[in-house]
C-alpha cells in the first residue's frame, strides 16, 4: 500500500511555511498528523513543530522520543475531535536548495515507511532565487521512496500528488502550534548557547566566550525580529478582525430575533 495523495489543510500549511521561513540557515522540521480515506489518500490536519538538536544540513533525524510525543498528541486531538488521527508524515525545509529530496531524505523517508506504509514527506524550498526572473520563490513536493531495481536497499523518489485544502479559519489546536513556534525556536538559540558554555575544568578564552554570547544574543534578535515581531501583528489583526465579526454576528442575531418576535407577536394576533 503507498500514499496516492495529499491533502494539507490551509490552516497547517500555513503554519508549516511560517516555520519554514523562520531561518534561512538551516533546515527545520516537523511532523504531520491527520487521517487517511479508503482511496489511501492522505488528509493532514494537525502539525508537531519539533524542536532540532543537530542543526548541520541534511541532517532530519527525528528522535525516538520525539516520535512517541507525537503520537501521543495525535491521541488527544482523535479523542477531542472524535476522528481517528495519527502522525503520517513529517515536514522539512531546504533553505536555498532546490526542492526534491536528497539520498538522505530518501533514505529517511523509507525507514519511516517501514511503520506506516502511507507516510509521507512534504518538502518546501524556500529562499531559492528564480534564475528568470531573480526573485525568491517557495516550492513545496510531497515524496514517498520506492526501492531502485538497482538494489533492495537503494530508494528513489516517488512524487504523491499534494493538495492544500481551503480553510477560512485556523482550528485551535494550529493556532496553538503557531504561537508555540517562538519559544521552540528560542528554546533551540538557548540549548545550542549553553553547550558552548566552558565548565571550569575546560576553560575557553574570553573572546570566544564573548563571541558565543554575541551569536546567541544576535540570533535572539532574529528571532524576536522575523518572528515574534510579525507573528504578534498577525495574531493582532486577527484579534481585531473577530471582534469585528463577533459585532457583525450579534447585530445579525439581533435583527433575526426581531423579526421572529414579530412574526411570534403577528400569529398571536391573528388566531
Ligand atoms: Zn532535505
Known amino acids: 500500500m503507498t500514499a496516492e495523495g495529499c491533502v494539507l489543510a490551509a490552516d497547517v500549511f500555513s503554519v508549516c511555511l511560517t516555520h519554514a521561513l523562520s531561518t534561512e540557515r538551516e ?10 480515506d479508503k482511496r489511501s ?9 519539533l524542536q532540532r538538536s543537530d542543526k548541520t544540513p541534511d541532517r532530519c533525524e527525528i528522535s525516538p522520543e520525539q516520535l512517541t510525543d507525537a503520537a501521543m498528541y495525535a491521541d488527544s486531538l482523535q479523542q477531542k475531535l472524535k476522528r481517528p488521527m495519527r502522525v503520517l508524515g ?9 526542492v526534491w529530496p536528497s539520498h538522505v531524505d530518501v533514505r529517511t523517508q523509507a525507514d519511516y515507511q517501514m511503520m506506516d506504509p502511507c507516510f509521507v514527506g512534504v518538502i518546501f524550498s524556500v529562499f531559492n532565487i528564480d534564475k528568470q526572473t531573480q526573485e525568491s520563490q517557495v ?6 521512496s520506492v526501492t531502485n531495481l538497482q ?11 499534494f493538495f492544500v485544502q481551503k480553510r477560512s479559519t485556523f482550528e485551535p489546536h494550529n493556532l496553538q502550534s503557531l504561537s508555540s513556534m517562538p519559544q521552540v525556536l528560542l528554546t533551540e538559540e538557548t540549548l545550542a548557547y549553553k553547550s558552548t558554555i566552558p ?23 532574529h528571532v524576536m525580529d522575523t518572528m515574534i515581531g510579525p507573528l504578534m501583528s498577525s495574531l493582532t489583526n486577527r484579534l481585531t478582525e473577530n471582534k469585528e ?3 457583525k454576528l450579534i447585530e445579525e442575531k439581533k435583527r433575526l430575533q426581531e423579526q421572529i418576535d414579530a412574526i411570534n407577536k403577528a400569529n398571536t394576533d391573528g388566531s
Open 199 to 221: 565548565t571550569e575544568k575546560d576553560e575557553k578564552n574570553l573572546v570566544t566566550q564573548l563571541y558565543n554570547a554575541s551569536v546567541y544574543s544576535a540570533s535572539v534578535c
Open 41 to 49: 489518500v492522505v488528509h493532514i490536519s494537525a502539525l508537531v513543530i
Open 90 to 98: 513529517w515536514y522539512h525545509s531546504h533553505p536555498h536548495i532546490t
Open 139 to 144: 516550492q513545496v513536493t510531497c515524496f514517498q
Open 245 to 247: 465579526s463577533t459585532k
Open 27 to 36: 533546515e527545520i522540521m516537523g511532523l504531520l498528523i491527520g487521517e487517511l
Open 151 to 161: 538494489g533492495a536497499h537503494e530508494y528513489m523518489r516517488r512524487e504523491v500528488p
